[in-house]
């Protein structure tokens, strides 16, 4: 019987969890009943607890409080996702009661996962039942409930598992789109996984990895779904570079997006005559050719983090690479400067595409966050571009209902900066929010303009289905066209012109006056023409605007108003 654990184990009982994460992402995934591709869950847990497994491998822990705050902290930051924000909003409170202590038994355990659950369900706005959270309650009671008779912490564990098991099976009795779909909550299923596995540990079952573990994410490049690792330590090559540039007035807009799509760490300082460049990626032969579009490299460096081993140069040799290492000390401070406030309000917008990126930069927005519909970024990611918009109060739009957690965290973690995050669930209601953004008004009266204006925009949009499924009476196959309005499935079909006559129709009980339609990077201008001259025929009364928006994975998504 084992009754306590300490630093060392906990620290590898949390690696073995994002272990088996990484391993059951795809399965995980599977079950998300709505097959719109989305940031999934199990992508967004597996990301999220690969954020805490990179920073506990930085160094050893001396106390369960420690290693518990390492974890906590680096959940907070890496939280991606409304599944990723509520872990790590229950490790949080896990932390919060482990406070002061060397080792922890299975009644301070125990408490401690209740506490959890507690900075859960007062953290989300409405809790719903039939979710992760009813998995963790249940199963934090039953550990509590074990806990006042017996001080075996595997057993306590144990108990725990078997109770949440069982709320997990309830979850298709409570939720009757699980119910009729056959499968039970996912991010539930993510949260008996990741105790099973430290379970697994104290057992003996499994061992805690020695190398870092591949985290599956989705790439939104192409509107495909392809695999590829995400951490700082899973990026394997440190790569940095400067290049001379064509025209001192070229954007690299569309390059830092490429940039973020296949690594982190990204950082860009560029002057009139060249731009270096600082990333972590496991693909730097790419990154360097495609950088030769704005102008000629001149040099490069690139280690490989995992083996050390000697530097491998790439490029030209044009001068001694020995100034890289200067310029990659300069760029990595520059990562986390805080900018000086030269104005009162400022914002930070969430977006893929190019368009829609350039879209929110007319309109005023000062830093762009890359990500949206297949890559939730993570709190991190935003806190970062908070960080560096000059202004004093920095208004967040997620633009995604999958983000608006993630941004609220950054709410007590920065410092230096006032943030305030207007709910937009999708990219036309941050358009019209930046439409309506008046930075002269008062902090809160910006905040309730918005919010207001928001409500009246209708968001269409026009995807393809991630994966079969039987959703709300629609029988759905995968790869098939859907349309959704307001985030309610409107039907599937394998034929465009019958989706546009079916939105359109939907469409008119709203009775649009000014109908914008943002194409996306699959779709051509003369296609994208089309389809508005379709729903002009359908919507008569309203005026209609083609704007590219280059996103990825939604061939349009439509504003109505």
Same mark, same amino acid.
């Given at each position: 019987m084992r009754d306590y654990i300490d630093a060392a184990e906990f620290k590898s009982m949390i690696l073995c969890a994002d272990a088996a994460l990484a391993e059951n992402t795809q399965m995980i995934n599977e079950l998300n009943v709505f097959p719109v591709p989305d940031g999934d869950t199990g992508t967004n847990m597996g990301l999220t607890m690969n954020a805490a497994a990179a920073n506990l491998r930085k160094k050893e822990?001396?106390?369960?409080?420690?290693?518990?705050?390492?974890?906590?902290?680096?959940?907070?930051?890496?939280?991606?996702?409304n599944s990723g924000v509520i872990l790590s909003l229950l490790f949080r409170g896990i932390s919060r009661r482990l406070k002061g202590m060397?080792?922890?038994?299975? !009644?301070?355990?125990?408490?401690?996962?209740?506490?959890?659950?507690?900075?859960?369900? !007062?953290?989300?706005? =409405?809790p719903a039942e039939g979710t992760i959270l009813t998995v963790a309650r249940l199963a934090s009671a039953a550990a509590v409930s074990f806990a006042k008779t017996s001080e075996d912490f595997e057993a306590m564990l144990d108990a725990a598992i078997t109770a949440g098991k069982e709320a997990l099976d309830d979850t298709m009795n409570i939720n009757p789109v699980l119910r009729k779909a056959g499968v039970v909550d996912a991010g539930? =299923?993510?949260?008996?996984?990741?105790?099973?596995?430290?379970l697994g540990y104290l057992k003996g079952e499994v061992k805690a990895p020695t190398e870092a573990v591949s985290a599956a994410a989705i790439a939104n490049e192409g509107g495909a779904f392809e695999v590829f690792d995400t951490s700082e330590i899973t990026y394997a090559f440190?790569?940095?570079?400067?290049?001379?540039?064509?025209?001192?007035?070229?954007?690299?807009?569309?390059?830092?997006?490429?940039?973020? /799509?296949?690594?982190?760490?990204?950082?860009?300082?560029?002057?009139?005559?060249?731009?270096?460049?600082?990333?972590?990626?496991?693909? %730097?032969?790419?990154?360097?050719?495609? @950088?030769?579009?704005?102008g000629t490299l001149e040099l490069a460096k690139i280690e490989n983090m995992r083996t050390q081993h000697e530097d491998i140069l790439a490029g030209r040799k044009a001068q001694s690479t020995d100034d890289?290492?200067?310029?990659?000390?300069?760029?990595?401070? /520059?990562?986390?400067?805080?900018? =000086?406030?030269?104005?009162?309000?400022?914002?930070?917008?969430?977006?893929?595409?190019?368009?829609?990126?350039?879209?929110?930069?007319?309109l005023g927005a000062d830093t762009i966050v890359t990500g949206g519909q297949t890559m939730n970024p993570s709190t991190e990611d935003i806190l970062k571009e908070i960080n560096?918009?000059?202004?004093?109060?920095?208004?967040?739009? %997620?633009?995604?209902?999958?983000?608006?957690?993630?941004?609220?965290?950054?709410?007590p973690i920065c410092e230096d900066k006032r943030v305030v995050v207007i709910p937009t669930k999708?990219?036309?209601?941050?358009?019209?929010?930046?439409?309506?953004?008046?930075?002269?008004?008062?902090?809160?009266?910006?905040?309730?303009?918005?919010?207001?204006?928001? !409500?009246?925009?209708?968001?269409?949009?026009?995807?393809?289905?991630?994966?079969? @499924?039987?959703?709300?009476?629609?029988?759905?196959h995968a790869g098939e066209y859907l349309a959704l309005l307001d985030g309610k499935l409107i039907g599937s079909y394998t034929d465009m012109a019958q989706l546009l006559s079916e939105l359109g129709e939907a469409a008119g009980d709203i009775d649009p006056e000014i109908v914008t339609v943002y194409y996306g990077e699959d779709v051509k201008q003369n296609?994208?023409?089309?389809?508005?001259?379709?729903?002009?025929?359908?919507?008569?009364?309203?005026?209609?605007?083609?704007?590219?928006g280059g996103q990825p994975v939604y061939y349009y998504m439509i504003s109505m108003e």
């Amino acid at each position: 019987m084992r009754d306590y654990i300490d630093a060392a184990e906990f620290k590898s009982m949390i690696l073995c969890a994002d272990a088996a994460l990484a391993e059951n992402t795809q399965m995980i995934n599977e079950l998300n009943v709505f097959p719109v591709p989305d940031g999934d869950t199990g992508t967004n847990m597996g990301l999220t607890m690969n954020a805490a497994a990179a920073n506990l491998r930085k160094k050893e822990y001396h106390s369960v409080d420690a290693a518990a705050d390492c974890v906590a902290s680096a959940l907070l930051r890496g939280a991606r996702g409304n599944s990723g924000v509520i872990l790590s909003l229950l490790f949080r409170g896990i932390s919060r009661r482990l406070k002061g202590m060397e080792t922890v038994g299975a !009644k301070e355990f125990a408490a401690a996962m209740g506490d959890g659950v507690d900075a859960a369900y !007062k953290a989300v706005m =409405k809790p719903a039942e039939g979710t992760i959270l009813t998995v963790a309650r249940l199963a934090s009671a039953a550990a509590v409930s074990f806990a006042k008779t017996s001080e075996d912490f595997e057993a306590m564990l144990d108990a725990a598992i078997t109770a949440g098991k069982e709320a997990l099976d309830d979850t298709m009795n409570i939720n009757p789109v699980l119910r009729k779909a056959g499968v039970v909550d996912a991010g539930g =299923k993510g949260y008996i996984v990741i105790f099973e596995a430290m379970l697994g540990y104290l057992k003996g079952e499994v061992k805690a990895p020695t190398e870092a573990v591949s985290a599956a994410a989705i790439a939104n490049e192409g509107g495909a779904f392809e695999v590829f690792d995400t951490s700082e330590i899973t990026y394997a090559f440190d790569t940095v570079f400067i290049v001379r540039k064509n025209d001192a007035n070229v954007d690299l807009t569309p390059y830092r997006a490429y940039l973020s /799509s296949i690594g982190d760490c990204l950082v860009i300082g560029e002057d009139d005559e060249a731009f270096k460049v600082h990333v972590h990626t496991n693909i %730097p032969g790419e990154a360097l050719t495609k @950088s030769q579009k704005y102008g000629t490299l001149e040099l490069a460096k690139i280690e490989n983090m995992r083996t050390q081993h000697e530097d491998i140069l790439a490029g030209r040799k044009a001068q001694s690479t020995d100034d890289l290492e200067e310029i990659e000390r300069e760029l990595e401070q /520059s990562e986390d400067e805080i900018a =000086k406030p030269v104005k009162h309000c400022g914002v930070v917008a969430i977006c893929a595409g190019d368009g829609m990126a350039q879209l929110f930069r007319e309109l005023g927005a000062d830093t762009i966050v890359t990500g949206g519909q297949t890559m939730n970024p993570s709190t991190e990611d935003i806190l970062k571009e908070i960080n560096r918009t000059p202004a004093e109060v920095v208004f967040v739009l %997620p633009n995604n209902k999958n983000i608006i957690m993630a941004a609220e965290q950054c709410i007590p973690i920065c410092e230096d900066k006032r943030v305030v995050v207007i709910p937009t669930k999708t990219v036309p209601q941050g358009i019209t929010a930046m439409l309506n953004f008046n930075a002269d008004d008062e902090v809160e009266a910006i905040a309730e303009t918005l919010s207001e204006e928001i !409500k009246s925009v209708h968001t269409a949009q026009v995807t393809y289905a991630a994966r079969d @499924s039987d959703f709300d009476g629609h029988i759905i196959h995968a790869g098939e066209y859907l349309a959704l309005l307001d985030g309610k499935l409107i039907g599937s079909y394998t034929d465009m012109a019958q989706l546009l006559s079916e939105l359109g129709e939907a469409a008119g009980d709203i009775d649009p006056e000014i109908v914008t339609v943002y194409y996306g990077e699959d779709v051509k201008q003369n296609e994208a023409q089309k389809t508005a001259d379709a729903l002009e025929e359908l919507l008569p009364d309203a005026e209609i605007t083609v704007v590219n928006g280059g996103q990825p994975v939604y061939y349009y998504m439509i504003s109505m108003e």
